[in-house]
């Protein structure tokens, strides 16, 4: 477990890129907490075209999965580093467990989430409030989820979120008494824990 605060995108992707290239079978599993200055990441099939216009925020065209989405502050990132073959998880049903902890968090906080058949995530009432990309190498995952709890969402209006357009984003903030990202941070790990055997 490693909470690395408000961190830059970049630095914090290459040494998720560098760790995973470096473990052996015996390297514990780990996930990583943080936050993001506004950046937009485009997956590696990403379409830019979904960057509809330019508003000053950096985009990075990276490894995961998924097409373009936003990290800002007030939004909670969760990297997931972690043996798939190892733990015998195939890639779906890892994305289902994450999906899982997701709507098990919101639950708590009274917030009704569901999936969208064939848009990976988490919504509430059609709107996405947790996002899903991950990159597997060598049967290892990184990359991870990001769920949105007090930020500013004003930004996602210059993409087509996850390349779907007109797609409405929500935050935990504007559906709960919520804002804290640290103790969501930790309810949100328990989660996880239960979910990844």
Same mark, same amino acid.
């Given at each position: 477990m490693r909470h690395l605060e408000r961190v830059e995108f970049e630095p914090t992707w290459r040494a998720m890129q560098d760790f995973?290239?470096?473990?052996?079978?015996?390297?514990?599993?780990?996930?990583?907490?943080?936050? %993001?200055?506004? !950046?937009?990441?485009? $997956?590696?099939?990403?379409?830019?075209? %979904?960057?509809?216009?330019?508003?000053? !925020?950096p985009l990075v065209k990276i490894d995961r999965g998924g097409q373009i989405t936003y990290h800002g502050p007030g939004q909670l990132v969760v990297y997931l580093l972690l043996d798939l073959q190892r733990r015998g998880l195939k890639v779906r049903e890892l994305v289902k467990r994450i999906e899982q902890a997701l709507i098990d968090l919101l639950e708590e906080y009274g917030i009704a989430a569901e999936r969208l058949a064939g848009a990976p995530g988490v919504y509430v009432a059609g709107a996405k409030i947790a996002a899903l990309g991950l990159r597997i190498r060598n049967a290892r995952s990184y990359h991870g989820l990001c769920l949105n709890i007090d930020m500013d969402l004003a930004p996602?209006?210059?993409?087509?979120?996850?390349?779907?357009? $007109?797609? =409405? !984003?929500? &935050?935990?903030?504007?559906?709960?008494?919520?804002?804290? !990202? &640290?103790?969501? =941070? =930790?309810?949100l790990l328990q989660h996880l824990q239960a979910q990844l055997p």
């Open positions: 995973t290239a470096r473990r052996t079978a015996e390297t514990p599993d780990e996930i990583w907490l943080c936050e %993001h200055p506004p !950046v937009f990441t485009l $997956g590696q099939a990403g379409k830019p075209e %979904h960057l509809l216009r330019d508003i000053g !925020v996602y209006a210059a993409i087509n979120p996850c390349g779907y357009a $007109g797609m =409405a !984003v929500t &935050q935990m903030r504007d559906l709960c008494d919520e804002t804290n !990202v &640290q103790r969501v =941070a =930790a309810r």
